[in-house]
């Protein structure tokens, strides 16, 4: 379903223990980027009326998300802030083929693995923390229905400029791709670390 390559290591969750106010402050900014992607799709494919109204849904769906992370800062005293980012996102748009169409298939399609990976990442940290953060824990668990919607939101979306198989094909292309870049890691704790 998610149309991921790899399942994120013991590695990631390491990080979790050690470093949550960190991840949960990272958290917020994926959010943020995560509708700033959708809208700069939106005015990117604007004459595409069925991206601009489903770029529409994912924007406003992620600034609600990151209204709800930043609550949760705020309840755990964690002041928002700017942080470095990982290599992960910059990494992936750097496989976005230059010309269009490709171009447009490339950009929906690394937004739909970054969204397949938050999900993944989603159900291991609400699995992870249930014990000891009931509520964090619910809070992550209800986030992975809209997260995976919106992964395949952004495959489907793919399929207005290249054919399904040619979209099917560049997925698996890129998912692997994906794997790597994650299997890489980072020092930084982030959610794509």
Not at 22 to 38: G, I, N, P, V
Not at 54 to 78: C, P, W, Y
Not at 134 to 144: N, Q, V
Request: glycine letters at 2%; hydrophobic letters at 40%; charged letters at 30%.
């Amino acid at each position: 379903m998610l149309h991921l390559h790899s399942e994120s290591t013991k590695r990631w969750l390491v990080q979790v223990d050690n470093h949550l106010d960190e991840l949960l402050l990272d958290h917020a900014h994926c959010e943020r980027k995560a509708a700033s992607t959708a809208m700069n799709l939106m005015n990117a494919y604007t004459e595409n009326l069925d991206i601009c109204r489903e770029m529409a849904t994912i924007v406003e769906e992620e600034l609600e998300h990151f209204f709800m992370v930043i609550d949760i800062l705020k309840k755990r005293d964690i002041p928002f802030r700017r942080i470095a980012p990982g290599p992960y996102g910059r990494k992936l748009t750097a496989l976005i083929r230059q010309n269009d169409p490709n171009r447009a298939v490339d950009r929906l399609l690394v937004a739909s693995l970054i969204e397949a990976r938050s999900c993944e990442r989603f159900r291991l940290l609400a699995d992870h923390v249930a014990d000891r953060e009931p509520e964090l824990s619910t809070f992550y668990a209800g986030l992975f229905e809209s997260e995976a919607r919106h992964h395949t939101t952004y495959v489907k979306l793919a399929e207005h400029f290249a054919s399904r198989e040619m979209v099917r094909e560049r997925l698996t292309e890129l998912s692997k791709l994906e794997s790597e870049i994650i299997a890489e890691g980072s020092e930084l704790p982030r959610m794509h670390s």
